[in-house]
Every structure is written in C-alpha cells, then in structure tokens.
T-cell receptor
C-alpha cells in the first residue's frame, strides 16, 4: 500500500531557477497539505486543498510560490524564481477528511537546496 | 508569540529513564491535539492523539489541560529507539475547513543514551 509519494527526493538548483515539487496523495484522501520545514522556523503549513480546491494559502510566503491540484491524485508546488532562503525540506501530507483521528500522512519530503 | 510552544531540548536521558515533554498552545478554540514523532531526516508520523481525560499507549502517556492550554507527553522506561523529535500539534474543529489545519510546535529533541 503506497503512502504519499513525493518527487524529487532531493533537488539542488541555482538561485533564479524554477523549481517544481510533486506530490501524489494516498488514494481516497481528499485533503492535501504542503508544509515547509527549516531549522529556524520548524514545520509551517504553506497551503492546503480540500477536494482539489485551495482552502487556505495564507502560509504561502510570497508570489514566487504557487501550488496546484489539477486532480485528486496529483499536486505541484512551484517556486519561481527560487532563492537561497527557500532551501528547506518540503513535505506533502494527505488525509481523508472527516476521520475522527484527523491524522495526516506525510510523504518522505523533498530536500531543496538553492545555491 | 508562537501558536504552539515547546522546549526544543535536547533532552539527554539514559535508557530506562522517565522523561516528560510539555507544550503550550495559544488558541483557546483549538479542539484536537496530537503528538507526532519525527526521526532524523524523516517525515513526521502520528504518535498518539491527546484526549481531555488523558490517554495511555504502552509506555507513552499524554495529558491535556484545557484550562491552562497545556499538553504533556510522558515516556516511561525509555529505549534507544525513542530517540527522535517529538512534535506537539493542535488543530481547530475538524469540520472547520476555513482555517489552517494542524499547527505544529517546533519539536523537542530526545536523545536516549545507553
């Protein structure tokens, strides 16, 4: 049973380049979350979707960040242009809304380094 | 002030010790509470939910004090494998889709030593 799948697992890029992170949620989960984790700020919610619709994007740092969920099985987080301060681990998580435990299932993360 | 605050640690304890982590949250409307565990360079995973009456899962006991907006996690007879970062997590009402879901504390790092 595959969990949340993220790609790439590691990304090294140069400042100014476009970066696209990808996520496939667990089948049947209708809520999807993008988080960013750094030593300084911990784990921060960037955006989340319910049934492919963005519900809360107030955590998105600035216009350089955008996220899409074109269908129930795929989401992207794009950074354009990337900056060194974007270096972090980006996690995608999903859960079936309405489950009493409200447990989120995280993917393995994408470790992004912007030089 | 952060919404969820934790002592970052690290807590260095010997095997077999009992260790307790505390967490405070600022939003009194928070409805659900959890402890997640994160191993080094891995993703967070749910350790246990926290209920008002307190709950226990093996060597782990979680407690919630709504009046003080305080959550705790107690680990008894700690094992080397318990070494990880423990994240305190709060969330608004499950049906409240207009607000952010899951707010994480920065985590408390535990190192159990032989």
């Amino acid at each position: 049973d595959a969990g949340v799948i993220q790609s790439p697992r590691h990304e090294v890029t140069e400042m100014g380049q476009e970066v696209t992170l990808r996520c496939k949620p667990i089948s049947g989960h209708n809520s999807l979350f993008w988080y960013r984790q750094t030593m300084m700020r911990g784990l921060e919610l960037l955006i989340y979707f319910n049934n492919n619709v963005p519900i809360d994007d107030s955590g998105m740092p600035e216009d350089r960040f955008s996220a899409k969920m074109p269908n129930a099985s795929f989401s992207t987080l794009k950074i354009q242009p990337s900056e060194p301060r974007d270096s972090a681990v980006y996690f995608c998580a999903s859960y079936p809304q309405g489950v009493p435990t409200n447990e989120q299932f995280f993917g393995p993360g994408t470790r992004l380094t912007v030089l | 002030r952060k919404e969820v605050e934790q002592d970052p640690g690290p807590f260095n304890v010997p095997e077999g010790a009992t260790v307790a982590f505390n967490c405070t949250y600022s939003n009194s409307a928070s409805q659900s509470f959890f402890w997640y565990r994160q191993d080094c360079r891995k993703e967070p995973k749910l350790l246990m939910s926290v209920y008002s009456s307190g709950n226990e899962d093996g060597r782990f006991t979680a407690q919630l004090n709504r009046a003080s907006q305080y959550i705790s996690l107690l680990i008894r007879d700690s094992k080397l494998s318990d070494s990880a970062t423990y994240l305190c997590v709060v969330t608004p009402k499950i049906r409240d889709t207009g607000r952010r879901a899951l707010t994480f504390g920065s985590g408390t790092r535990l190192q159990v030593q032989p």
